[in-house]
């Protein structure tokens, strides 16, 4: 169980580091090149992102990885099928991220039957409220797969209890207003943010959008159990390449 | 938890949870809006006050000859403030904005009406205004865009996607993802999430409530088709909306491009090329693959190349409330053609399907039964597209010495 590993990985070390890949961007093989580099350099858990033609929660740096992969004609089902390569050969968990898109169209029960051969843990799917997710709950816990749901700043406390009631995991809390991949200031309104975050619910606490460095993450440390890196890995590796990412990740996680 | 703004199978709200406080708000302004008399006698106000309201509905007498079988009439959204019916909805939404004391709005635009209406409306309201439009509509609408700077409003021209409305749209969700608080986002259709599909139809129907009353008045009887393009289906759904409880039937036309069977359209309804989905935080039919990944739509209309569709039509197709039907780009042309040569009213490419459609019908129908025709907009905004479709070799020349000018 995704929730179990945490909190294991949490009595050795005191903050894990999520990071994010659009599968299929640059290509299935460089994905592959990745995700290898990232587990070999001490990341605790990985998002792969599904690509989607309308990503609306998404800023410049991922929706450009997501309209490239599928120019370069990257399906679902070749998705699916990486899903499944990654969870077999390397230790940690893995999460689909997508939009709902994706789900309804494969099935949402398929989708998840689907994960659970594959070897996956859960899903981020940003567009979908609870309000809109009986199928996909039903779905995902016949499976034992976590739904991660996510927190806003702009949540209201009665709001993030009944979001706390239907996730599983973790629960993913972007830090800002905005989309993936802009600027966040990481200073007390964050901590605070991140306290009303801990009174909703048990379950660990992740922190994204706009952590991009080892200051983000240490300023993070003792505050989120996760800190999560999107956009900033994929501006490394489509500026240094895929050896300065390595390098970039285990300064993050190292001491 | 509650499901909101279904309309059968369709509709919801699939919203990043960033943005679900801002749609209670809008919500609830909305329904108390909704449930004040006040605000829509004040409404109809400012509509004859600066619109055209109540637009008339013109007995094409021409025409009417002209196909030999129903008598055809055309509502004339044309005559609205900047030109299209979007007006209606534009200054609807600019009332909401006043009470919820925000400053800034920001909107999509494909054919350039509704920027154009949000810049006016921006203007007159004192707002900030950024306008989001994909390459391809900045560059085949260019007066529009014209207008919207002289306006005061920042026209950002996007270029991801496939650089239409679709894309347009998805720039403005990101835009307001960041200024919820001081920005609303004038969505310019009856689509979206949850109030929006309802929310701008209750503007839009301005147009078939007085479609209504003008007919028992001027007739003492209703017609017996109504006709009207679909885009997103905002003016679609404003006139049927004057009809729905009658026994008159309601036809909504939609952009069958190059033709149905050619792939290149933008026929959500009337075509077997589209499949339910989800995107754009609400679940109807949208062009898409099995994948679920979007497809590129082609129109000659730039207003109704979108790759969804209100998730309400989508509802009252299922239930068989509302035929839907097709017109292809040349029959558009050649309606555009004769309606301007017959009765000297000018249709935006948009609205022509509507004009395109009923033509084919017209002359089937009986003397004694009655055709409205909504016309949602005037063409001047096509100059560019009707002049090379016509391929008119004045205005070309004229193109070429314009620009001779510039360079000099
Ligand atoms: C003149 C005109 N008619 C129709 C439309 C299509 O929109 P809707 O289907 O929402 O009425 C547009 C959209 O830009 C338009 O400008």
């Given at each position: 169980m995704l929730e179990t590993y945490i909190r294991s990985r949490l009595a050795e070390k005191k903050i894990l580091l999520m990071t994010h890949i659009v599968i299929g961007y640059p290509t299935l093989e460089i994905s592959m090149e990745i995700v290898r580099?990232?587990?070999?350099a001490g990341v605790d858990l990985m998002e792969l992102q599904i690509p989607f033609s309308e990503p609306i929660a998404d800023g410049p740096v991922i929706l450009k990885a997501n309209q490239q992969a599928l120019a370069n004609g990257v399906?679902?089902?070749?998705?699916?099928?990486?899903?499944?390569r990654v969870a077999r050969q390397f230790p940690i968990p893995f999460l689909y991220m997508t939009y709902y898109n994706i789900l309804f169209k494969h099935g949402v029960d398929r989708f998840a039957d689907d994960m659970l051969e594959a070897g996956l843990q859960g899903a981020i799917v940003p567009d979908l409220p609870p309000e809109e997710a009986a199928d996909y709950l039903d779905a995902m816990s016949r499976n034992e797969l976590s739904p991660i749901f996510i927190y806003s700043p702009t949540t209201s406390e009665a709001r993030m209890n009944t979001i706390a009631r239907v996730a599983d995991g973790f629960v993913y809390c972007v830090a800002r207003k905005g989309v993936t991949g802009d600027q966040t200031e990481f200073s007390r309104q964050i901590g605070d943010y991140l306290g009303r975050c801990r009174e909703a619910t048990h379950l660990p606490l992740a922190l994204g959008f706009g952590v991009k460095d080892k200051t983000d993450v240490d300023f993070l440390t003792g505050k989120a159990d996760i800190a999560v890196i999107g956009s900033q890995t994929l501006r490394v590796v489509e500026n240094q390449g895929i050896g300065a990412m390595g390098q970039f990740i285990r300064q993050v996680v190292g001491g | 938890m509650i499901k909101r703004g279904y309309y059968g199978n369709f509709g919801g709200a699939f919203l990043p949870e960033i943005l679900v406080a801002t749609f209670d708000e809008l919500e609830g302004v909305y329904n108390d809006a909704r449930n004040d008399p006040r605000f829509w006698h004040d409404y109809e106000l400012l509509m004859s006050s600066y619109s055209c309201r109540p637009t008339p509905i013109t007995y094409a007498q021409n025409l009417t000859s002209h196909f030999g079988g129903a008598r055809i009439f055309i509502k004339r959204e044309d005559l609205n403030h900047t030109g299209a019916h979007k007006a209606n909805n534009v200054m609807g939404q600019g009332l909401l904005v006043k009470r919820m004391g925000k400053t800034r709005v920001i909107a999509e635009t494909g054919a350039g009406q509704h920027g154009v209406a949000t810049a006016t409306m921006a203007a007159r309201f004192g707002f900030d205004c950024t306008i989001y439009m994909g390459e391809v509509d900045v560059e085949r609408q260019r007066p529009n865009v014209f207008w919207m700077e002289q306006l005061g409003a920042t026209v950002v021209p996007v270029t991801d996607g496939s650089r239409i409305l679709k894309d347009a749209i998805n720039e403005?969700?990101?835009?307001?993802?960041?200024?919820?608080?001081?920005?609303?986002?004038?969505?310019?259709?009856?689509?979206?999430?949850?109030p929006f599909p309802e929310m701008v139809s209750w503007f839009q129907s301005i147009i078939g409530k007085e479609a209504r009353r003008q007919f028992m008045e001027r007739e003492g009887r209703l017609p017996s088709r109504v006709f009207a393009c679909v885009g997103g289906g905002s003016n679609a759904m404003g006139v049927f909306s004057g009809f729905f409880d009658d026994d008159v039937e309601l036809v909504g036309v939609e952009a069958a491009g190059r033709g149905l069977d050619s792939g290149e359209h933008a026929s959500r309804l009337c075509s077997n090329d589209a499949s339910v989905g989800v995107a754009q935080g609400y679940k109807t039919y949208f062009l898409q693959d099995d994948d679920g990944q979007m497809k590129e739509t082609h129109s000659i209309a730039a207003g109704l190349d979108?790759?969804?569709?209100?998730?309400?039509?989508?509802?009252?197709?299922?239930?068989?409330r509302v035929r839907f039907e097709g017109a292809t780009d040349r029959e558009v042309i050649e309606a555009l053609r004769?309606?301007?040569?017959?009765?000297?009213?000018?249709?935006?490419?948009?609205?022509?399907h509507a004009f395109a459609r009923a033509f084919k019908e017209a002359p089937e129908m009986a003397a004694d039964e009655i055709?409205?025709?909504?016309?949602?907009?005037?063409g001047d905004k096509d100059i560019f597209t009707i002049a090379d479709a016509f391929d008119d070799p004045k205005w070309k020349r004229f193109i070429v010495e314009k620009a001779k000018q510039y360079h000099a």
């Amino acid at each position: 169980m995704l929730e179990t590993y945490i909190r294991s990985r949490l009595a050795e070390k005191k903050i894990l580091l999520m990071t994010h890949i659009v599968i299929g961007y640059p290509t299935l093989e460089i994905s592959m090149e990745i995700v290898r580099t990232m587990v070999a350099a001490g990341v605790d858990l990985m998002e792969l992102q599904i690509p989607f033609s309308e990503p609306i929660a998404d800023g410049p740096v991922i929706l450009k990885a997501n309209q490239q992969a599928l120019a370069n004609g990257v399906t679902v089902g070749q998705c699916l099928d990486f899903g499944r390569r990654v969870a077999r050969q390397f230790p940690i968990p893995f999460l689909y991220m997508t939009y709902y898109n994706i789900l309804f169209k494969h099935g949402v029960d398929r989708f998840a039957d689907d994960m659970l051969e594959a070897g996956l843990q859960g899903a981020i799917v940003p567009d979908l409220p609870p309000e809109e997710a009986a199928d996909y709950l039903d779905a995902m816990s016949r499976n034992e797969l976590s739904p991660i749901f996510i927190y806003s700043p702009t949540t209201s406390e009665a709001r993030m209890n009944t979001i706390a009631r239907v996730a599983d995991g973790f629960v993913y809390c972007v830090a800002r207003k905005g989309v993936t991949g802009d600027q966040t200031e990481f200073s007390r309104q964050i901590g605070d943010y991140l306290g009303r975050c801990r009174e909703a619910t048990h379950l660990p606490l992740a922190l994204g959008f706009g952590v991009k460095d080892k200051t983000d993450v240490d300023f993070l440390t003792g505050k989120a159990d996760i800190a999560v890196i999107g956009s900033q890995t994929l501006r490394v590796v489509e500026n240094q390449g895929i050896g300065a990412m390595g390098q970039f990740i285990r300064q993050v996680v190292g001491g | 938890m509650i499901k909101r703004g279904y309309y059968g199978n369709f509709g919801g709200a699939f919203l990043p949870e960033i943005l679900v406080a801002t749609f209670d708000e809008l919500e609830g302004v909305y329904n108390d809006a909704r449930n004040d008399p006040r605000f829509w006698h004040d409404y109809e106000l400012l509509m004859s006050s600066y619109s055209c309201r109540p637009t008339p509905i013109t007995y094409a007498q021409n025409l009417t000859s002209h196909f030999g079988g129903a008598r055809i009439f055309i509502k004339r959204e044309d005559l609205n403030h900047t030109g299209a019916h979007k007006a209606n909805n534009v200054m609807g939404q600019g009332l909401l904005v006043k009470r919820m004391g925000k400053t800034r709005v920001i909107a999509e635009t494909g054919a350039g009406q509704h920027g154009v209406a949000t810049a006016t409306m921006a203007a007159r309201f004192g707002f900030d205004c950024t306008i989001y439009m994909g390459e391809v509509d900045v560059e085949r609408q260019r007066p529009n865009v014209f207008w919207m700077e002289q306006l005061g409003a920042t026209v950002v021209p996007v270029t991801d996607g496939s650089r239409i409305l679709k894309d347009a749209i998805n720039e403005a969700f990101r835009d307001w993802v960041t200024n919820m608080d001081s920005t609303h986002y004038v969505l310019g259709t009856a689509c979206g999430p949850h109030p929006f599909p309802e929310m701008v139809s209750w503007f839009q129907s301005i147009i078939g409530k007085e479609a209504r009353r003008q007919f028992m008045e001027r007739e003492g009887r209703l017609p017996s088709r109504v006709f009207a393009c679909v885009g997103g289906g905002s003016n679609a759904m404003g006139v049927f909306s004057g009809f729905f409880d009658d026994d008159v039937e309601l036809v909504g036309v939609e952009a069958a491009g190059r033709g149905l069977d050619s792939g290149e359209h933008a026929s959500r309804l009337c075509s077997n090329d589209a499949s339910v989905g989800v995107a754009q935080g609400y679940k109807t039919y949208f062009l898409q693959d099995d994948d679920g990944q979007m497809k590129e739509t082609h129109s000659i209309a730039a207003g109704l190349d979108y790759v969804g569709v209100s998730p309400i039509l989508s509802d009252l197709k299922e239930k068989g409330r509302v035929r839907f039907e097709g017109a292809t780009d040349r029959e558009v042309i050649e309606a555009l053609r004769l309606t301007m040569k017959k009765e000297g009213v000018i249709p935006a490419l948009e609205s022509a399907h509507a004009f395109a459609r009923a033509f084919k019908e017209a002359p089937e129908m009986a003397a004694d039964e009655i055709i409205l025709i909504n016309q949602s907009g005037r063409g001047d905004k096509d100059i560019f597209t009707i002049a090379d479709a016509f391929d008119d070799p004045k205005w070309k020349r004229f193109i070429v010495e314009k620009a001779k000018q510039y360079h000099a």
